[in-house]
Structures are given as structure tokens and as C-alpha cells.
């Protein structure tokens, strides 16, 4: 095999490819790039897969909101990357905590060595961690649930960006970081991604306010549309195959492992939470309760994927879910209505995998790439664990307290208040938001109801809407069926 390029000064965008072949340096090493390439691919799905979990996870009058932030953060991260977000988190000259200027708005970001594998050049190395970026900016907005405005959302995004993921992924990720050094161990994102997203959501949650609350409204709390809840997770699913295989940056024999971890976790995860549900509920089972579990799962192995043997992996995703699920109630001991689950799920689901990692993590799966070593507490290193919590807490301080401060900077300018109005709440955040659209065919259902209570007010009869909202969309189901077949 030929020898490994290398990242040259002088070249700092890796030659004029007018001049020179660009593509001959990485010879023989293709496989590496196109591999990390496809995985990127499939993370992207995470964004509308989050987007489809969340809308289903709301009330529907609240629903498009979700599907359309998946779409728009995605966009909005984009051009943060591109604009210094890559830059802050991993310039070549970046300190301790946070990178420079040296790559603003892509310079020379194209076809040197990448900072994170030499085989790997810079611009697959730069989509690849922005699509970290999106999938994490999308989860921390789920914090707004249900009465967030959506344009500050996405100037929060634009900035928690900057000031909170890029810097906690230089301390972690950038070879210059304080964690990378000290070091403490994250494969995929269990700090930067997880941690980091659960505080400021709670973060984002708290600023807001808790959601008003109608003692009539039987679905609040409740998922409106399983199905999207389910199509979401396997979407997120899948896509965490990209997430933890392709945070080896290569594609060896350990990228392999962190895949198969990754189902390996998310299944056990599912198993768990659902088990619990399952003593708790009289024998009962949820699907939104098995789509969590394997979340939590999923969640829990981030930090740990390529650094655990698979049956770790296992116990990993099994006690991340259980774990998770015993902290059900953790919003009322808060007193925070994070309607979410965001901090249940990738808060304390992140901190646990932290812990797990410290735990677990051993040389005989980091070193099948070759290069790294990595020992846990179960090879003796019992010092990891501290230093996992170095970084547990160090992420969970900085997100929790910097987003608090931002939302608060942005409540008190003209324009950018979070919050919808209290009409627009009760009527729900889609049509104070959006024009002349709606979520799935639940439009006739509306206007049989409001032809209903016409008709009700012409004769004199009890107004339709005297019961609970419950009842009036039973009656109006039972409206729909009955014209449907006449």
C-alpha cells in the first residue's frame, strides 16, 4: 500500500487542480473517503427523521412546526458551518477551547488531508461533521414543543451553534481540545451531541415557560400519530449507522464493530424500556414507549460504540433505556415542561453512556483500527471514569448556562420573542406559523365539525363542542364514516 498523505502548510487547500492531480495523494486509500461519504449520506436522514418523531410525538395542531424546523435547521446549520462553524470547531490552529478563523467561510477547505484522518481529504471530512452539527441544533429545538416561535428557533439554532456545539466539539474532537488531550473518550458524540443537546433543551424549555394547559385537552402529552413516531425512529435508526460507523473515519475493522454496536445497543434499549412499561402498565406495551427505548439506546452507545465489545454494547443500550425510563417523571421534580423528552432521552441518556464509556471501554476494540488505544476502567485504567465525568459535567455546565443566557439575550429583542402568542397556543403553533396548510387529512374532520355546529345552532340543539375535545373528534370520526359510506 502506498503511504498515507500528509497535510502540507504550504498547500493548505491541497494544490490547484488546474496544475496538479489533486486525487493522487490519496491512491489506494479511496475505500476511506468513500465509505465516510455514504455514511454521511445516511446521517442525513436523522434531520427529517427527527422531524417525522417529533411531529408525531405532538398534538397535531402543533405538528407541521416539527417537520418543518427539521427542514429549515438543516438549511440554517448549513450555512452556519460553512460561514465559521467549521472553522471554530476545527481549524488546524484552534486552542483549548475553541478554533480560530483560519477556515472562515471554507477557506481552503477542499481536497488537503483532513485533520481528523490524513487518508480523508478536508471536504468529506467537513459534510460529514456538519451533518453532526444539523442533527444536533434539530434536537435541541425540540425544547420549544408546542409554543416556540419559529424564526427565533432558528436564530437560536444559527447561534447555540456557534457559541455552544463549536466549541464543545473542539474541546472534544479538535487533536488541540482540553478533553481530546486530557483525554477523555467519545467515539461519536455522546458530549458534544447528546449531553450538550438535553441541557440546552431543558435550557430552552425553562426560558419558555411551561405550555397552557386545557383540564378538557385529553391529548396533551399524548403522541398524535404513532405512525410517525415509528417511521421517524426507524429513520434515526438507520441513520445512526452512519452516526457511530463512520466516527472511526476510516473504514476498518473497529468502524465495523461501532455499526454493529449501534443496532446491537438500539435493540437491547428497546427491549429494556419496554419491559419496564410493561411491569409498570399492567402488561401493557406502547410503541412510543419501544421507538424511545431504542433511542435511549442509541443514545447511550454514541460515546461508546467503537471502544466496547458487543455483548458491553449490549448491557450499554439495555441499562441506558432502563435508566432513561426510570426518570419518566423527571420534568414534574423539575418543574420544567420539557414535553419532549429531550433531557430524559439525550441528557441523561448521553451522561449515562459517558459513565458506560469510562466503564467499558477497552484497547482490544479501539486498537482494531490500527492506531488508537483506548482503555476503560474494566483494563484497569479506573482514572477514565473521572475523566469521564470531567467532561459529563464540564458539558453539561457550559450548554445548560450559555443557552439560558442566549435565549434570555434573544427574549428581550425587538422581533425575536420565543414565544407564540397565548391565542396562537390554544389554536395551535401551525396555523399562527403557516398559511393554508395542514398536517395528513384531518382538514375534513374539521370542516364536518364546523358544518356540525352550524347545523346545531340553526335548530337549537346543544353546541357540538359542550363535551371534551376527545368526544368531539369521536363524533366527528363517526360524522366522516357515516357521509364516507352514504
Keep these: 500500500m502506498s503511504e498515507a498523505p500528509s497535510f502540507n502548510e504550504s498547500i493548505p487547500d491541497g494544490g490547484n487542480p488546474l496544475e496538479v492531480d489533486v486525487n493522487a495523494q490519496y491512491v489506494g486509500f479511496e475505500y476511506n473517503y468513500t465509505y465516510l461519504i455514504f455514511c454521511g449520506f445516511i446521517v442525513w436522514l436523522i434531520i427529517p427523521g427527527i422531524g417525522l418523531l417529533y411531529g408525531g410525538l405532538s398534538r397535531r395542531k402543533s405538528a407541521l412546526t416539527m417537520l418543518f424546523q427539521s427542514l429549515m435547521v438543516g438549511a440554517v446549520t448549513t450555512f452556519q458551518w460553512m460561514f465559521w462553524g467549521y472553522s471554530l470547531a476545527y481549524s488546524r490552529t484552534a486552542g483549548p477551547f475553541i478554533g480560530d478563523l483560519a477556515n472562515f467561510g471554507m477557506k481552503n477547505v477542499m481536497a488537503a488531508p483532513s485533520i481528523g484522518n490524513s487518508t480523508i481529504p478536508e471536504i468529506v471530512f467537513c459534510l460529514y461533521q456538519l451533518l453532526f452539527c444539523a442533527c444536533t441544533v434539530q434536537i435541541v429545538v425540540g425544547g420549544a414543543f408546542e409554543r416556540g416561535r419559529i424564526i427565533p428557533s432558528l436564530v437560536f439554532?444559527?447561534?447555540?451553534?456557534?457559541?455552544?456545539?463549536?466549541?464543545?466539539?473542539?474541546?472534544?474532537?479538535?487533536?488541540?481540545?482540553?478533553?481530546?488531550?486530557?483525554?477523555?473518550?467519545?467515539?461519536?458524540?455522546?458530549?458534544?451531541?447528546?449531553?450538550?443537546?438535553?441541557?440546552?433543551?431543558?435550557?430552552?424549555a425553562l426560558v419558555l415557560g411551561k405550555r397552557k394547559k386545557n383540564p378538557e385537552d385529553k391529548s396533551i402529552g399524548k403522541a398524535h400519530n404513532t405512525t410517525l413516531v415509528f417511521l421517524g425512529t426507524v429513520l434515526i435508526w438507520f441513520g445512526w449507522f452512519g452516526f457511530n460507523g463512520g466516527s472511526a473515519l476510516n473504514a476498518s475493522v473497529r468502524a465495523m464493530v461501532a455499526a454493529f454496536n449501534t443496532n446491537t445497543a438500539a435493540s437491547t434499549g428497546a427491549i429494556g424500556w419496554v419491559l419496564v412499561d410493561y411491569i409498570r402498565n399492567k402488561r401493557r406495551f406502547s410503541v412510543v414507549g419501544a421507538c424511545e427505548g431504542a433511542i435511549a439506546g442509541l443514545v447511550g452507545i454514541t460515546p461508546a460504540a467503537g471502544f466496547v465489545s458487543v455483548w458491553l454494547a449490549a448491557v450499554i443500550g439495555f441499562l441506558t433505556a432502563v435508566g432513561c425510563q426510570l426518570f419518566a417523571n423527571v420534568n414534574e421534580w423539575l418543574h420544567i415542561d420539557e414535553g419532549m423528552?429531550?433531557?430524559?432521552?439525550?441528557?441523561?441518556?448521553?451522561?449515562?453512556?459517558?459513565?458506560?464509556?469510562?466503564?467499558?471501554?477497552?484497547?482490544?476494540?479501539?486498537?482494531?483500527?490500527?492506531?488508537?488505544?483506548?482503555?476503560?476502567?474494566?483494563?484497569?485504567?479506573?482514572?477514565?471514569?473521572?475523566?469521564?465525568?470531567?467532561?459529563?459535567?464540564?458539558?453539561?455546565?457550559?450548554?445548560?448556562?450559555?443557552?439560558?443566557?442566549?435565549?434570555?439575550?434573544?427574549?428581550?429583542?425587538?422581533?425575536?420573542?420565543?414565544?407564540?402568542?397565548?391565542?396562537?397556543?390554544?389554536?395551535?403553533?401551525?396555523?399562527?406559523?403557516?398559511?393554508?396548510?395542514?398536517?395528513?387529512?384531518?382538514?375534513?374532520?374539521?370542516?364536518?365539525?364546523?358544518?356540525?355546529?352550524?347545523?346545531?345552532?340553526?335548530?337549537g340543539h346543544t353546541p357540538v363542542n359542550a363535551g371534551s375535545s376527545t368526544e368531539r373528534v369521536e363524533e366527528t370520526k363517526a360524522a366522516a364514516a357515516t357521509e364516507t359510506s352514504a
Design 341 to 459: 423528552d429531550v433531557f430524559k432521552l439525550h441528557g441523561i441518556g448521553g451522561m449515562l453512556g459517558s459513565f458506560f464509556t469510562g466503564l467499558f471501554a477497552t484497547s482490544s476494540i479501539s486498537a482494531l483500527d490500527g492506531v488508537s488505544i483506548a482503555q476503560g476502567a474494566i483494563d484497569g485504567n479506573g482514572v477514565q471514569v473521572g475523566k469521564q465525568f470531567a467532561e459529563i459535567t464540564a458539558i453539561s455546565a457550559y450548554s445548560f448556562l450559555v443557552s439560558c443566557a442566549l435565549l434570555m439575550i434573544m427574549k428581550y429583542i425587538p422581533g425575536l420573542h420565543l414565544r407564540v402568542s397565548s391565542e396562537a397556543e390554544d389554536n395551535g403553533v401551525d396555523l399562527d406559523q403557516f398559511f393554508d396548510e395542514q398536517i395528513g387529512d384531518w382538514g375534513i374532520f374539521d370542516e364536518l365539525e364546523k358544518r356540525r355546529m352550524l347545523d346545531d345552532a340553526i335548530v
Design 157 to 204: 439554532g444559527f447561534f447555540w451553534a456557534t457559541v455552544v456545539y463549536c466549541p464543545i466539539a473542539c474541546w472534544t474532537w479538535n487533536p488541540n481540545g482540553w478533553l481530546f488531550t486530557l483525554p477523555s473518550l467519545d467515539f461519536a458524540g455522546g458530549g458534544p451531541v447528546h449531553i450538550a443537546s438535553g441541557w440546552s433543551a431543558l435550557a430552552y
